[in-house]
């Protein structure tokens, strides 16, 4: 235990480090000394309204994608299981799309609208699914659910796409917003989220021993005692709430979900109460050294981040799936 913990603590240093050098990196030269001149004003304007706020936002961002994805794994007990599979991102896309679409609307409006139209829609997963209010023993509807998730995730995606069609002149914005990124987003897009990702962390933080029980099977985890019910309600409500946070603030960022809870594990193991706040940790610095490449790459313009993090994510998700097939191999000799 005691290692596992100096890991953490390694993890949250990296993760001090990269806030810190991603804030004076940028476009514009910003020495540390200028940000507390009083003469500086440009200086600390892009300091303190600009960087700041878009570098919270990554880092808080990445944490809930990342405890939405491990969440998800622990309660399917599938390593391949992530936010997308729900339909969240899918569901914020066509709240942001509409308000892309709806003339003299403030796009200030995106990341509630788009927070609400993911919530909605895992609502309709949960009508779906059915089977949620069946006795608590019975915990094969997590099969409902990851089925109903990829109809509606289907269903979403055709309208986005028919919507995108027929959007005219707010196409290409739409497309930034859809490719995932963090221009434009400052301390409102903050304010809104950070209640709802700090509420989650803490509660999934509390979980962990939950799932380290949850672990040994479905009928061996109620046979000591665990609600499998409850526990599956709470992660599918909490894992909706964390990946719609996300997603209303960055839009559709990919892998971050997938494979950093899985990185997290081949780090500091299999304990839940350990590899939780490690995927958090992993997914904040993952994200803020994507976005500080998105915005430098190519300075001054930027890319969308979720382009960055499919580039780095899919190598990384192609060498999980061989290493797990070489495990399973050697386990079976």
Known sequence: MRHKIIKLLVLFFILIISVSVSLFIGSADISVF???????????????????PRILNSAFTGAALSCAGIILQS????????????GISAGAGLGAIL????PGVSFLLIAPVSFLTAMLTTVIIFYLAKGLSTKYTNFLTSNKIILAGIAINALLSSINGFLLIYSGNSVSQIIYWLSGGFSGRG??????????????ILISL???????VLALGAELSVSVGLNTKRLQNISIILSSLLAAAAVSIAGIISFVGLIVPNIARLFIGSDNRFTIPASMLLGSVFLVISDTI???????????????????????????ILKKDKSEKSSAQ
Not at 206 to 212: K, M
């Open 294 to 320: 998105a915005r430098t790459i190519i300075s001054p313009s930027e890319i969308p981040v979720g382009i960055i993090t499919s580039f780095i994510g899919a190598p990384v998700f192609i060498w999980l």
């Open 187 to 200: 301390w409102t897009e903050f304010g809104i989220t950070s209640p709802i990702i700090i509420t989650g």
């Open 206 to 212: 509390l979980l962990g021993r939950e799932y380290n």
């Open 75 to 86: 309660l399917f007990r599938n390593n391949l299981a992530e936010p997308g599979l729900l």
């Open 99 to 102: 308000i892309f679409m709806i």
């Open 34 to 52: 200028r940000i507390f001149d009083s003469d500086a004003i440009n200086e600390k304007n892009i300091f303190y309204m600009i960087r700041l």
